[in-house]
């Protein structure tokens, strides 16, 4: 398993730009001026999950003045060669996004995930403690699947069946549903309780998986023993379809559905502390560290591989120690580091890319 | 600047076609513009003769020859107390193939999807319901396994709550997120054959 070849064209500020990285080694993107780096292994990310880390906005990705940008994966998974190109042109409303794998659509997520899993440490990294929940429910979704390819097609078929509600709640315009519109309203309330279950099930499972490896790496990288917590949080109380139904009239005006695993949260907690805003940033550092590193370990356990390991601008984040801790704790494996300061001493990259001329 | 009004005329009628734009439909437009004139008229015949011969059966909402039945319906071998639902035509040609139903289709063109406005008073169930009058014993819903095909089968299922019928759906066995049109018929046979009771 590994990143054999990726080719950029007219992606954010390259024109063209091939890399074949070592495998089973640590590749680091160095550019004097400091700008490019990160497109790199964004666009590993973007070849991987079809999106950005940084930015929502597809558009953003095509590069100044073009229509249309390229990037162009060569993957092995043992023998078997996977090429993956992803495709975004600019349209007059939208930027629209075309994913080949070897040459074919793929059918979900689930085969992105199964080909590359990817474990991401960027400094923003920490928004996962410190922001709303958006983060940490994607940190969830991604892992999911990383974990377990198969879960794919449940998160797909419960992102469905919410588009469908949330249009139905629209359609009504405020007014309380007729009685056909009842009945229609009812289907939609038990397709989403019954794919809402499945999610929450599988969501807690992962969690009961990564408890104890958060804990574990929380306390190598911090050199603490604090009381670590890591729970599931639902957006409402009781029965799911009781929820709906008492929110129904808030939701109707919202246009969308306010209760729901898409509303669900992490609560990161330590010594019973509320990490998001009542630790210190090193505790919080600390602990986006220890989530990233047990998901990354969690995958490896339960596929028996090592996913691909972004680290964008990580050490100059942290001070030496940490820097040196979480070298030692990361797994040997396919790493893209880029960076803008010097590189802990430990640390031994296989090859280092200019990109100063690929930038011209 | 716009366009002879004959051409634009072309261009918006094109416009109104389900996934075709403003820009897709000027550029067929311009296509039928330089095809020679005998190549157009055949189209516009073939349009015209399609609405004029073809209609909808007035039993099942199948395509059917205007003012009658589909030869499904008007073939009295095929067991009339049996119907099977299916979301459009392309669906019952599918079933067909898997040779395992012999009774009757009822076609609702489309399936509920809020998203692309389709409710139920947009689908055939009305005509669906005028039919269980009539000497039916069981309803087989045949929707893709998707999120829009289930909530359609769940619909159906509820509304169609009436004594001494029996509702059920084909067992599972169909590709997920597949198109039953591209079911293979061996699968589509053995999901009709082994198809589960949703309600009686
Ligand atoms: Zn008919």
Redesign the pocket.
């Known amino acids: 398993m590994g990143l054999h070849e990726l080719t950029l064209r007219n992606f954010r500020l390259f024109s063209e730009f091939t890399f074949t990285p070592d495998h089973g080694a640590i590749t680091v993107f160095f550019s004097p001026n400091g700008t490019g780096k990160t497109s790199v292994l964004e666009a590993v990310f973007a070849l991987a999950t079809g999106s950005s880390f940084r930015t929502s906005a597809a558009g953003d990705l095509i590069k100044t003045s073009e229509q249309v940008a390229e990037i162009h994966g060569v993957l092995f998974q043992q023998t078997r060669r996977i090429q993956v190109d992803l495709v975004l042109t600019k349209g007059v409303r939208n930027t629209t996004k075309k994913m080949l794998v070897n040459g074919q659509r793929p059918k979900s997520r689930a085969l992105l995930s199964e080909v590359l899993p990817l474990t991401v440490f960027t400094p923003e990294g920490v928004d996962i403690v410190r922001r709303g929940p958006e983060p940490r429910r994607m940190f969830l979704t991604n892992l999911l699947t990383d974990v377990n390819p198969n879960t794919a097609d449940r998160i797909e078929k419960f992102d469905q069946v919410l588009v469908q509600r949330n249009a139905f709640l629209r359609s009504l315009q405020g007014d309380t549903p007729r009685t056909t519109q009842q009945k229609e309203l009812d289907v939609w309330d038990e397709e989403f309780c019954e794919a809402a279950t499945h999610i929450i099930e599988i969501r807690l499972q992962l969690l009961e998986k990564l408890r104890p490896l958060v804990t574990n790496y929380y306390h190598a990288i911090s050199e603490s023993s604090l009381d670590v917590g890591v729970l599931y949080e639902r957006s409402w109380q009781g029965q799911l379809r009781d929820a709906l139904r008492d929110a129904l009239h808030h939701d109707m005006f919202r246009g969308f559905s306010t209760v729901g695993p898409q509303r669900d949260d992490i609560l990161l907690t330590l010594s019973g502390r509320d990490a998001r805003r009542q630790a210190s940033q090193g505790e919080q550092r600390s602990l986006a560290l220890a989530l990233r590193l047990a998901g990354h370990e969690l995958v490896r356990h339960e596929r028996g591989l090592d996913p691909l390991l972004l680290l964008d601008d990580v050490f100059s984040e942290l001070d030496p120690q940490r820097s040196e801790r979480l070298l030692q704790l990361l797994p040997v494996g396919q790493t893209l580091v880029t960076t803008a300061s010097p590189l802990p001493s430990s640390m031994n990259p296989s090859a280092i890319i200019d990109l100063s001329e690929a930038l011209l | 600047m716009s366009y002879p009004p004959p051409l634009q005329a072309v261009v918006d009628e094109l416009g109104r076609f389900p996934g075709v734009g403003p820009k897709s439909a000027q550029r067929i437009a311009f296509w039928l513009m330089r095809q020679p004139h005998e190549d157009v008229s055949r189209l516009a015949l073939s349009l015209e003769d399609m609405k004029s011969k073809l209609s909808f059966?007035?039993?099942?909402?199948?395509i059917?020859e205007t003012g009658g039945?589909?030869p499904?319906?008007?073939d009295d071998r095929r067991d009339q107390t049996t119907i099977c639902v299916v979301e459009n035509p392309p669906d019952v040609l599918a079933v067909e193939r898997s040779g395992a139903f012999h009774g009757?289709?009822h076609v609702l063109h489309g399936v509920l999807n809020p998203l692309e406005g389709i409710t139920p008073d947009r689908l055939r169930i009305q005509e669906l319901i005028l039919r269980l009058r009539g000497p039916v014993k069981e309803v087989i819903l045949c929707f893709n396994s998707n999120v829009e095909g289930d909530a359609t089968a769940m619909y159906l299922s509820r509304l169609l709550q009436v004594p001494g019928l029996v509702v059920s759906q084909p067992a599972s066995g169909l590709p997920v997120g597949g198109d039953l049109e591209f079911a293979d018929d061996l699968t589509l046979g053995r999901a009709i054959d082994g198809r589960r009771i949703l309600a009686d």
């Not at chain 2, 059966?57 to 199948?62: G, W």
């Open positions: 059966c007035e039993r099942c909402c199948n059917a039945l589909c499904i319906c008007a009757t289709y």
